[in-house]
């Protein structure tokens, strides 16, 4: 099978548990961050921020995949993980789950591709529009063929690509998203002289770089210039079109949305343009609204439909074609002091300020303004109106930094009490920027994500997760000024007894139901507990239990008598109401997820 980066990310995410869930390993992986960048790993707060400490975290996971050396065994961590991958691709494949043998496919090719894989300095040759582009082994002086949509409008003959290659069937290659771009003229020639004198110097002429020495020779203090992380060159919203809102369309149809509802979506994005200086979208804004309304009004797939709609949202925000390729404005030379008409459009400038701020004005533009007329800009390294990078799979990423960064700081720190945030990483892949998690976020994980996909095994799992997921707000509000919601926080004392009930509540249910996320099927209407009598009435007359409808009419019903035990008023169901008012209940939730309806 034809690999992609997206099977291969997978795979490598895969793996990442696995090396977590093993207390040794983790540790292990812990320790080799020193020996793998020469020093102390890129920090979230350090000059290339959030987005390189993850490529720098990515790149160290295959460094220790497959290129560290185990003191106390054979073979790499790859290897040594091979048996407990092919558990989890047989789950897989007895699983009942559309897909799922799909995956494991996925898994097992993509697990051998990385075993394969091998890391080098790869020159652009040659690129070709809609297949793919050339690239030359400098070290080794092998050539491949590099697969990946728009990589042909996206490199450049003479441009570097530096970093691991994994064989994806078909005599082609796939890059690591962690790779990197290195732009820049000269730079090539100058490497080409260098390798050529390590080769005079040495007896062979074939050069094997390990990705150790290319973290340090790339990505460590050395000055290369333009290094761009490989996944910035691949556009994870597909071709472009000449028609953003047609594309906005196809993207939204590729998940479910009819073509009518995707329209009216696109129609309420567009009065509301993404903006690219707001990190956080979906906390009461259009976004979060839409979110809401999804959650339980449709059927769809959450995690899939935010993540469409956030690009779908970037699609018709983005600026046209005339614009995009408009040449910027020179930036204004800083006057010359003594110079009397320089100093007079200085009073001028400030003279504006001043009325501006007296007359209300925003302040952002206002001193904007200011510094464009003075010639003060920011530095070209700066720009501030570019969309933070996005990389998907990132809550997962940020979750791993706070076992590690505890793990060096807590003494008697145990990373299993964190292991239930395995389900937040889950839930919150689509999420490419850390602080586009929010607490409207958490309440539909905790409240709604939860139940419907049964994730959790035990009602001692749930109260670890409430603990765990207090934790780590904490954490992301200590390390990263990420605020998560207090009224999320607030909601987890409530949660510590709630949860697992919930959980009891919908194990009773059985597996013959039907499920809200991912599947076309899920049927039945929202309702609230109200009241519940003391056992399961024998007719509609009799019966004591009542519903409140999304609309607010009370309603008489007749809840099974399995689930009587586990509801309190206030709960939420997802039903069926027979004519006679019996209640075929497909899932419970906990009455915090009231919050999602607000």
Same mark, same amino acid.
């Given at each position: 099978?034809?690999?992609?980066?997206?099977?291969?990310?997978?795979?490598?995410?895969?793996?990442?548990?696995?090396?977590?869930?093993?207390?040794?390993? @983790?540790?292990?992986?812990?320790?080799?961050?020193?020996?793998?960048?020469?020093?102390?790993?890129?920090?979230?707060?350090?000059?290339?921020?959030?987005?390189?400490?993850?490529?720098?975290?990515?790149?160290?996971?295959?460094?220790?995949? +497959?290129?560290?050396?185990?003191?106390?065994?054979?073979?790499?961590?790859?290897?040594?993980?091979?048996?407990?991958?092919?558990?989890?691709?047989?789950?897989?494949?007895?699983?009942?789950?559309?897909?799922?043998?799909?995956?494991?496919?996925?898994? =097992?090719?993509?697990?051998? @591709?990385?075993?394969?894989?091998?890391?080098?300095?790869?020159?652009?040759?040659?690129?070709?529009?809609?297949?793919?582009?050339?690239?030359?082994?400098?070290?080794?002086?092998?050539?491949?063929?590099?697969?990946?949509?728009?990589?042909?409008?996206?490199?450049?003959?003479?441009?570097?690509?530096?970093?691991?290659?994994?064989?994806?069937?078909?005599?082609?290659?796939?890059?690591?998203?962690?790779?990197?771009?290195?732009?820049?003229?000269? +730079?090539?020639?100058?490497?080409?002289?260098?390798?050529?004198?390590?080769?005079?110097?040495?007896?062979?002429?074939?050069?094997?770089?390990?990705?150790?020495?290319?973290?340090?020779?790339?990505?460590?203090?050395?000055?290369?210039?333009?290094? =761009?992380?490989?996944?910035?060159?691949?556009?994870?919203?597909?071709?472009?079109?000449?028609?953003?809102?047609?594309?906005?369309?196809?993207?939204?149809?590729?998940?479910?949305?009819?073509?009518?509802?995707?329209?009216?979506?696109?129609?309420?994005?567009?009065?509301?343009?993404?903006?690219?200086?707001?990190? +956080?979208?979906?906390?009461?804004?259009?976004?979060?609204?839409?979110?809401? &309304?999804?959650?339980?009004?449709?059927?769809?797939?959450?995690?899939?439909?935010?993540?469409?709609?956030?690009?779908?949202?970037?699609?018709?925000?983005?600026?046209?074609?005339?614009?995009?390729?408009?040449?910027?404005?020179?930036?204004?030379?800083?006057?010359?002091?003594?110079?009397?008409?320089?100093?007079?459009?200085?009073?001028?400038?400030?003279?504006?300020?001043?009325?501006?701020?007296?007359?209300?004005?925003?302040?952002? &533009?206002?001193?904007?303004?200011?510094?464009? &007329?003075?010639?003060?800009?920011?530095?070209?390294?700066?720009?501030?109106?570019?969309?933070?990078?996005?990389?998907?799979?990132?809550?997962?990423?940020?979750?791993? =930094?706070?076992?590690?960064?505890?793990?060096?700081?807590?003494?008697?720190?145990?990373?299993?009490?964190?292991?239930?945030?395995?389900?937040?990483?889950?839930?919150?892949?689509?999420?490419?920027?850390?602080?586009?998690?929010?607490?409207?976020?958490?309440?539909?994980?905790?409240?709604?994500?939860?139940?419907?996909?049964?994730?959790?095994?035990?009602?001692?799992?749930?109260?670890?997760?409430?603990?765990?997921?207090?934790?780590?707000?904490?954490?992301?509000?200590?390390?990263?000024?990420?605020?998560?919601?207090?009224?999320?926080?607030?909601?987890?004392?409530?949660?510590?007894?709630?949860?697992?009930?919930?959980?009891?509540?919908?194990?009773?249910?059985?597996?013959?139901?039907?499920?809200?996320?991912?599947?076309? @099927?899920?049927?039945?209407?929202?309702?609230?507990?109200?009241?519940?009598?003391?056992?399961?009435?024998?007719?509609?007359?009799?019966?004591?239990?009542?519903?409140?409808?999304?609309?607010?009419?009370?309603?008489?019903?007749?809840?099974?008598?399995?689930?009587?035990?586990?509801?309190?008023?206030?709960?939420?169901?997802?039903?069926?109401?027979?004519?006679?008012?019996?209640?075929?209940?497909?899932?419970?939730?906990?009455?915090?997820?009231?919050?999602?309806?607000?």
């Amino acid at each position: 099978m034809a690999l992609t980066s997206e099977a291969i990310e997978r795979c490598l995410m895969e793996l990442a548990r696995l090396v977590r869930e093993d207390g040794a390993l @983790s540790k292990e992986l812990g320790r080799s961050a020193p020996t793998f960048f020469r020093g102390d790993p890129p920090a979230p707060d350090g000059p290339g921020g959030v987005p390189e400490a993850l490529l720098g975290a990515r790149r160290h996971l295959e460094w220790f995949l +497959v290129e560290h050396h185990r003191q106390d065994a054979a073979g790499t961590v790859a290897e040594a993980l091979a048996e407990p991958l092919r558990a989890v691709t047989a789950r897989l494949r007895t699983s009942d789950e559309e897909g799922t043998e799909e995956v494991a496919d996925i898994l =097992e090719e993509s697990h051998r @591709s990385l075993l394969r894989s091998q890391t080098g300095i790869f020159e652009v040759e040659e690129t070709r529009a809609g297949a793919g582009v050339w690239l030359r082994d400098v070290a080794g002086f092998g050539s491949f063929a590099l697969a990946g949509e728009g990589l042909a409008e996206r490199l450049k003959p003479g441009e570097l690509v530096v970093g691991r290659l994994y064989p994806a069937g078909d005599g082609v290659h796939v890059a690591s998203p962690a790779a990197a771009v290195v732009r820049g003229g000269g +730079v090539a020639e100058a490497l080409q002289r260098d390798l050529e004198e390590i080769r005079a110097a040495s007896a062979g002429k074939v050069l094997r770089v390990s990705q150790g020495e290319l973290e340090a020779m790339f990505f460590g203090a050395g000055d290369v210039p333009e290094v =761009e992380a490989m996944a910035e060159t691949q556009d994870p919203v597909g071709p472009r079109s000449e028609d953003p809102m047609a594309d906005g369309v196809r993207i939204l149809a590729e998940v479910g949305f009819t073509e009518e509802h995707a329209r009216a979506l696109l129609a309420r994005l567009s009065r509301e343009p993404r903006d690219p200086d707001q990190l +956080v979208h979906g906390a009461g804004d259009v976004l979060g609204r839409i979110l809401d &309304e999804i959650a339980f009004e449709t059927e769809l797939d959450l995690d899939r439909a935010r993540a469409a709609l956030l690009r779908a949202w970037e699609r018709i925000s983005e600026p046209d074609e005339n614009e995009r390729t408009r040449p910027a404005a020179p930036a204004a030379s800083p006057s010359t002091p003594g110079d009397p008409e320089d100093d007079a459009a200085r009073a001028r400038a400030i003279d504006a300020f001043a009325a501006g701020r007296a007359a209300g004005q925003d302040p952002a &533009e206002l001193i904007s303004n200011l510094e464009r &007329e003075l010639g003060i800009g920011a530095g070209p390294e700066l720009d501030a109106g570019r969309p933070a990078p996005d990389f998907p799979g990132v809550v997962g990423a940020m979750i791993d =930094e706070m076992k590690w960064e505890l793990g060096a700081t807590e003494p008697g720190f145990e990373p299993e009490s964190l292991a239930p945030l395995e389900h937040l990483a889950r839930f919150a892949k689509p999420i490419g920027v850390f602080e586009e998690l929010s607490g409207s976020d958490l309440f539909r994980f905790a409240t709604f994500w939860l139940q419907e996909t049964r994730a959790l095994d035990s009602d001692d799992e749930a109260r670890a997760l409430v603990a765990a997921l207090r934790r780590f707000i904490d954490w992301a509000l200590d390390a990263h000024e990420v605020d998560l919601g207090s009224e999320f926080l607030d909601a987890l004392d409530g949660l510590e007894e709630s949860l697992p009930r919930a959980r009891r509540a919908n194990d009773a249910l059985g597996a013959d139901v039907s499920h809200g996320i991912g599947d076309e @099927s899920a049927v039945g209407e929202l309702y609230e507990i109200v009241e519940l009598g003391p056992s399961a009435a024998a007719d509609f007359e009799s019966s004591q239990d009542r519903v409140r409808t999304r609309g607010g009419e009370l309603m008489t019903v007749i809840v099974n008598d399995a689930l009587r035990p586990h509801l309190v008023p206030g709960d939420r169901i997802r039903a069926e109401i027979a004519l006679l008012g019996h209640a075929t209940v497909h899932c419970c939730y906990p009455p915090e997820s009231r919050a999602l309806a607000r």
